[in-house]
């Protein structure tokens, strides 16, 4: 075979050399040991988390050592792309904290290793295909769909593997005469890899996740350019982190299967091999048993849930760095004040398995990182979840800063900070009944002595001051609660109820149901203050009617 003369005949139009488009993509200019890393999603229209679970993992380990982060958007395949979602990806992973130092953007692409986009960057592969052919490397194959699917029969019905080898690569060495009959003809072609590998040969490789491994060599002579002349995945991938210069490629380890192929491509182009990190899937347990994270079956899989819901992008980054890392955890005990930025982020501290996601565990991270912001951060965010999700409600902490802030900075701060609030969504239920149009009752009455409960609100009615201090407001519930015949003593009271009629604790949830509506709340004396007195005695006096007082 004429491999150059097929080259020709395969790629007649004027190409840049290899070297050129070396020069054009030379070595970056980083400190030893920067790593170059990058995200490479398909625009399907659907970022999931763990997009993002990939994308904080590429960040950490770029950012961390001087290096780069890019964005790659890998739309060879036109058929999944879903209008807009190149646009919605940038925005979802930004949102995220997920910091690129070039690659696409929504405006155009940002960075001397461009395009980003693979669709615009078919004369370079056509380089490097042009160059396997001519090494004898791969090859032009003018099987019809009908044909692969009637090999496909027969594979099934010897038994045999399913893929284009061996016997059933029909066009693997065909005599160049015939490539050029089918070519006049203007058939249609697809270029092929002639993998050298064999199934019965084993090839070993350390993944900076998983370890050593042991995978099946590649036989098979897959596709390298489809019938369009636009690169499959793995073409394209091989010769995009080659000039783009990556180091270090993070995926998710359902790439495995096609790992060995990869890795024969970055040989057969003499390209050195860059560090892989696969990262095993997001779990969930599903009763009893763990099963992986589903787009279709779990709402929480979409990044929009964790948006809608009210999830503060600091919560998110952190607990995925506690799934990512199982000892970021202890780190942030040990540096509370620290930004989670400064974690020392390590891939051999990650679960080669993969991770269980744990909303509850999300929870009690994002109460964490909201009790340790300011009451004007936590108004702030809150607002912009409101602006987004509930109108009517932006427009009341628009319209009430003061209250909302006064409301929020409640037990924040110092060693002990109140951890009442998760997600943005909840902050309504947590401060709304300060505001007349959110009031109402929220909790159901409890089984309280009506009359005694009237008698107490009135009587506190008449003696609040909103200029008390705690210790002067907490001396009135007393004074209350023994005109009512209750005890002070909850010490005695603990011992033995029945001898009491009731308990300062029993006045304190009169006065706290009147006034928020609810059973429990942060400090009343300081949510009474922020209402001021007309309002307070106005509540304590609806509820005294209610009652029958």
Same mark, same amino acid.
């Given at each position: 075979?004429?491999?150059m003369k097929?080259a020709?005949?395969?790629?007649p139009q004027?190409?840049k050399?290899?070297?050129?488009?070396e020069?054009?993509?030379?070595p970056?200019?980083?400190p030893?040991?920067a790593?170059?890393?990058?995200m490479?999603?398909?625009?399907?229209?659907?970022?999931?988390?763990g997009?993002?679970?990939?994308?904080?993992?590429?960040e950490r380990?770029?950012?961390?050592s001087g290096?780069v982060?890019?964005?790659r958007?890998?739309d060879?395949?036109?058929?999944?792309e879903?209008?807009g979602?190149?646009?919605?990806l940038?925005?979802?992973?930004?949102?995220?904290?997920?910091?690129f130092d070039?690659g696409?953007?929504?405006?155009?692409d940002?960075?001397?290793?461009?395009?980003?986009?693979q669709r615009?960057r078919?004369?370079?592969?056509?380089?490097y295909a042009?160059k396997?052919?001519?090494e004898?490397?791969?090859?032009p194959?003018?099987?019809s769909?009908?044909?692969?699917?009637?090999i496909?029969?027969?594979q099934?019905?010897?038994?045999?593997?399913?893929?284009y080898?061996?016997?059933?690569?029909k066009?693997r060495?065909?005599?160049?005469s015939e490539?050029?009959a089918?070519?006049e003809?203007?058939?249609?072609?697809v270029?092929?890899?002639?993998?050298?590998g064999?199934?019965?040969?084993?090839i070993?490789?350390?993944?900076?996740?998983?370890?050593?491994m042991?995978?099946?060599?590649?036989?098979?002579?897959?596709?390298?350019l489809?019938s369009?002349?636009?690169?499959?995945y793995h073409?394209?991938?091989?010769?995009?982190d080659?000039?783009?210069?990556?180091?270090?490629?993070?995926?998710?380890?359902?790439?495995?299967p096609?790992?060995p192929?990869h890795l024969q491509l970055f040989?057969a182009?003499?390209?050195a091999?860059?560090?892989?990190l696969?990262i095993?899937?997001?779990?969930?347990?599903?009763g009893d048993?763990?099963?992986k994270?589903s787009k279709?079956?779990?709402?929480?899989?979409?990044l929009?849930?964790?948006r809608?819901?009210?999830y503060?992008?600091?919560?998110?980054?952190e607990?995925?760095?506690?799934v990512?890392?199982s000892n970021?955890?202890?780190?942030r005990r040990a540096?509370p004040?620290?930004p989670?930025?400064?974690?020392?982020?390590s891939?051999? #501290?990650?679960? $080669? +398995?993969?991770?269980?996601?744990?909303e /509850?565990?999300l929870?009690?991270?994002?109460k964490n990182? !909201?009790?340790?912001?300011?009451a004007d951060?936590?108004?702030?965010?809150?607002?912009?979840?409101?602006?987004?999700?509930?109108?009517?409600?932006a427009a009341?902490?628009?319209e009430n800063p003061?209250?909302?802030?006064?409301a929020?900075?409640?037990g924040r701060?110092?060693?002990?900070p109140?951890k009442?609030?998760?997600?943005?969504?909840?902050?309504?239920?947590?401060?709304g009944?300060l505001f007349?149009?959110c009031?109402g009752?929220a909790?159901?009455?409890?089984d309280w002595?009506?009359?005694?409960?009237?008698?107490?609100l009135?009587?506190?009615?008449a003696?609040?001051d909103?200029?008390?201090?705690n210790t002067?407001?907490?001396?009135?519930?007393k004074?209350?609660?023994?005109?009512?015949?209750?005890?002070?003593?909850m010490k005695a009271? #603990?011992?033995? $109820? +029945?001898?009491?009629?009731?308990?300062? /604790?029993?006045?304190?949830a009169?006065v706290r149901?009147? !006034?928020?509506?609810r059973?429990?709340?942060?400090?009343?004396?300081e949510?009474?203050?922020?209402?001021?007195?007309?309002r307070?005695?106005?509540?304590?006096?609806?509820?005294?009617?209610?009652l029958?007082g």
């Open positions: 075979m004429d491999n097929l020709a005949l395969l790629f004027p190409l050399t290899p070297e050129e488009w020069a054009i993509y030379p970056r200019q980083l030893p040991g790593v170059v890393t990058r490479a999603p398909s625009p399907t229209g659907f970022v999931h988390l997009n993002v679970v990939q994308g904080l993992a590429s380990l770029a950012h961390q290096g982060l890019f964005l958007i890998e060879t395949d036109a058929k999944r879903v209008p979602a190149v646009e919605v940038i925005s979802s992973l930004s949102h995220y904290r997920i910091r070039e696409a953007t929504a405006k155009g940002v960075g001397a290793y461009g395009p980003y986009r615009e078919a004369p370079i592969y056509h380089t042009k396997l052919v001519e004898g490397r791969a090859y194959c003018f099987c769909e009908e044909e692969l699917a009637e496909h029969a027969k099934e019905a010897e038994k045999d593997n399913f893929g080898f061996g016997k059933w690569a066009w060495d065909r005599p160049l490539i050029e089918e070519l003809k203007g058939t249609p072609w270029l092929r890899f002639r993998s050298e064999s199934e019965e040969r084993k070993r490789f350390v993944d900076l996740i998983k370890g050593e042991e995978l099946t060599e590649n036989c098979m002579d897959h596709v390298l489809k369009d002349g636009i690169p499959t073409f394209a991938h091989a010769v995009d080659h000039l783009m210069r990556t180091t270090h490629v993070v995926r998710g380890d359902e790439w495995l096609t790992l192929f040989d182009l003499g390209f091999k860059p560090k892989y696969h095993g899937p997001l779990q969930k347990m599903d048993s763990k099963r994270l279709r079956k779990d709402p929480e899989a979409a929009t849930y964790y809608r819901e009210g503060p992008v600091a919560s998110v980054y607990y995925l760095l506690g990512l890392n970021f955890e202890d780190w540096n004040d620290l989670a930025d400064a974690f020392p982020f891939a051999k #501290k990650m679960n $080669p +398995a993969g991770s269980l996601f744990d /509850a565990k929870r009690d991270t994002s990182v !909201v009790s340790r912001m300011t951060e936590a108004y702030e965010l809150t607002l912009a979840w409101a602006k987004e999700n509930d109108a009517d409600w009341v902490l628009e003061g209250t909302a802030l006064a929020l900075a409640i701060g110092g060693k002990k109140r009442d609030i998760a997600v943005w969504s909840e902050v309504k239920g947590y401060i009944y007349d149009g009031f009752y909790d159901e009455l409890p002595d009506r009359a005694d409960a009237a008698r107490a009135n009587a506190f009615a003696l609040y909103p200029a008390d201090d002067a407001w907490f001396e009135k519930i004074g209350v609660t023994e005109r009512l015949g209750y005890t002070t003593d009271y #603990k011992a033995d $109820p +029945a001898a009491f009629r009731g308990s300062v /604790a029993d006045v304190s009169f149901y009147a !006034v928020t509506g059973l429990n709340s942060p400090d009343l004396c949510l009474m203050r922020i209402l001021g007195r007309e307070c005695v106005a509540r304590l006096k609806a509820l005294a009617d209610k029958g």
